[in-house]
């Protein structure tokens, strides 16, 4: 009987790359995928230490493994498994895979179940390898997360992933054309690019391309439609990046500039290396290609020292922006960055004060950059069947789109009718080849 696999992912979309990437190592071992609400053989958690409720995701996800099947093997792995681990052992955890040697999981696990021990393979991150992991197919059946990028090299005041993540590291041109190929090949008409800190793309390799020839290398595979870019951080939006996107039919004019925060004294504070003036600079030039591009990003209440004053600074500028999607989250200590021992620590309840009063405008400012697609029709790729019938999808933008008679897995034109709570609701005009 072949055995099962049951992968809990936590965090960011690199991660969900890597869970990819370690289940079809798993496929190719022999495994299947457990039947959902089914015990399986193997659980592997993929873990997120960016925050604290990150921390305590993944030890509840594993704490979960363990209870459905007391008697599988529990691999853990990611971030948390970086920072911690031998403390994890505890967790019962037949391996501990850090951020290194996803590519030999199974191997790793099958030695130490023959073994009869508990294996820790957690290592230094400092002068890691770009590790060559790849991907043929992915959750869903239209979009697909596409790595590109390992590690941080800026080390934020509040941030611990360059200390779990190591430093930059890039993946090779070549290797970006030939998986997006293979991507394409598999039916995903949609590939997103991400990593770590993307904006660093190329710095390590040599000629040291940018992350504009890596879109270009995408967009150049055969039968990519679609490219759309994870987080950037406003500095990589110079004319020439911009002018050189412009050029790609198939990029996504959806752009996740990562904020933190509107107050210039703020952004000092967490040496961030841009301020506000420069965020807007950035918007600017990505406007003057596309005048309706949607800007998401990320924004930190309660950075400690955050006055009044400076929170409103960040409420003022997001609308200035006009973001078409805010993620908001209360700061979180992290144990051995610098900003968990600085003065002026901001209470609990003040930080979600203000959470609610960000996350309120950003609804506010999703809808009427919405409002601004009312009775256009604009190209959606249907990705998923509705209940009931028709499909939904994206926009170019990343506006969520209802098509009562979508089909799901095509691209559509869809004439955008009327609002939703987080989306909009269209009919289709006409399918696309």
């Not at 995701?57 to 948390?80: D, F, H, M």
């Amino acid at each position: 009987m072949q055995k099962t696999v049951c992968f809990t992912t936590l965090g960011c979309k690199v991660n969900q790359y890597d869970s990819q990437a370690m289940l079809e190592q798993f496929e190719q071992h022999g495994y299947t995928v457990a039947p959902a609400g089914a015990p399986a053989d193997v659980y592997v958690v993929n873990t997120c230490t960016v925050t604290g409720t990150g921390d305590k995701k993944s030890l509840q996800a594993i704490r979960r493994c363990r209870r459905r099947n007391p008697g599988a093997e529990l691999v853990v792995t990611g971030c948390l498994a970086q920072r911690m681990g031998e403390a994890l052992r505890e967790t019962g955890a037949r391996l501990i895979l850090g951020t290194q040697y996803r590519a030999r999981v199974v191997e790793l696990l099958e030695q130490a179940v023959r073994e009869g021990v508990q294996m820790v393979a957690v290592e230094g991150v400092s002068n890691a390898p770009y590790e060559p992991l790849t991907i043929h197919s992915h959750e869903g059946h239209t979009r697909a997360v596409m790595k590109i990028q390992e590690g941080c090299d800026n080390h934020c005041t509040y941030c611990i992933i360059p200390s779990v993540r190591g430093g930059v590291r890039s993946r090779p041109l070549e290797e970006i054309r030939r998986e997006a190929e293979a991507l394409s090949q598999a039916g995903f008409q949609e590939l997103v690019l991400t990593g770590i800190h993307l904006t660093s793309y190329g710095r390590d390799l040599p000629g040291r391309p940018s992350l504009a020839n890596a879109v270009e290398a995408a967009c150049g595979a055969p039968g990519v439609r679609r490219i759309r870019l994870g987080s950037l951080e406003p500095r990589v939006a110079t004319q020439a990046f911009v002018e050189a996107l412009g050029a790609l039919p198939q990029l996504c004019p959806q752009f996740h500039l990562a904020l933190q925060s509107g107050s210039d004294a703020v952004l000092a504070r967490m040496k961030r290396g841009y301020n506000t003036r420069q965020f807007l600079e950035a918007v600017a030039r990505i406007r003057g290609m596309w005048p309706l591009a949607a800007f998401t990003t990320d924004v930190i209440v309660g950075f400690p020292g955050e006055t009044e004053a400076e929170f409103q600074e960040t409420l003022d500028f997001c609308e200035r922006v006009g973001f078409s999607r805010l993620h908001v989250f209360p700061y979180s200590p992290r144990e051995g960055t610098p900003a968990a021992t600085m003065d002026g620590q901001v209470a609990e309840a003040v930080k979600a004060q203000r959470v609610h009063r960000l996350i309120a405008l950003g609804g506010e400012l999703s809808r009427r950059y919405r409002e601004g697609f009312l009775g256009q029709c604009v190209p959606v790729l249907l990705e998923e069947a509705l209940p009931g019938g028709g499909a939904e999808g994206y926009t170019p933008e990343y506006v969520h789109v209802c098509v009562r008679d979508g089909r799901p897995g095509a691209l559509a034109m869809v004439r955008l009718d009327t609002l939703t709570e987080e989306g909009m609701a269209g009919t289709v005009v006409e399918y696309l080849p």
